[in-house]
């Protein structure tokens, strides 16, 4: 298996940017496809954006496609989101996750989770 840490959260006003981070430990990163969810109180968790094993395909959600990048460095068994031009409804607390890579944009396609980092933007 593998644990999965995220960092990077935090406070920014809209138009900002934030970087999050994601450590994995564990069984090889490089096996697994990794995706970014998040989460606002009383709401499902809602999928961000997926990248397979080699890092070579992306996949976004309609809501951050243009703003956000998923990329990973797997000698640095790392997966990062870079946010851009943040806006308000980006708040929430984002999970990283790591699965086969089947069904990338629901939470049955990732057998593990990170405890999650809280992102918040101000109007």
């Known amino acids: 298996q593998v644990q999965l840490v995220e960092s990077g959260g935090g406070s920014v006003q809209a138009g900002g940017s934030l970087r999050l981070s994601c450590a994995a430990s564990g069984r090889t990163f490089s096996s697994y496809a990794m995706g970014w969810f998040r989460q606002t109180p009383g709401k499902e968790r809602e999928f961000v954006a997926h990248?397979?094993?080699?890092?070579?395909?992306?996949y976004y959600a309609d809501s951050v496609k243009g703003r956000f990048t998923i990329s990973r460095d797997n000698a640095k068994n790392t997966l990062y989101l870079q946010m851009n031009s943040l806006k308000p409804e980006d708040t929430a607390v984002y999970y990283c996750a790591a699965g086969s890579g089947t069904y990338a944009n629901t939470e049955e396609g990732y057998s593990y989770w990170g405890q999650g980092t809280q992102v918040t933007v101000s109007s």
């Open positions: 990248i397979n094993r080699a890092g070579g395909w992306t």
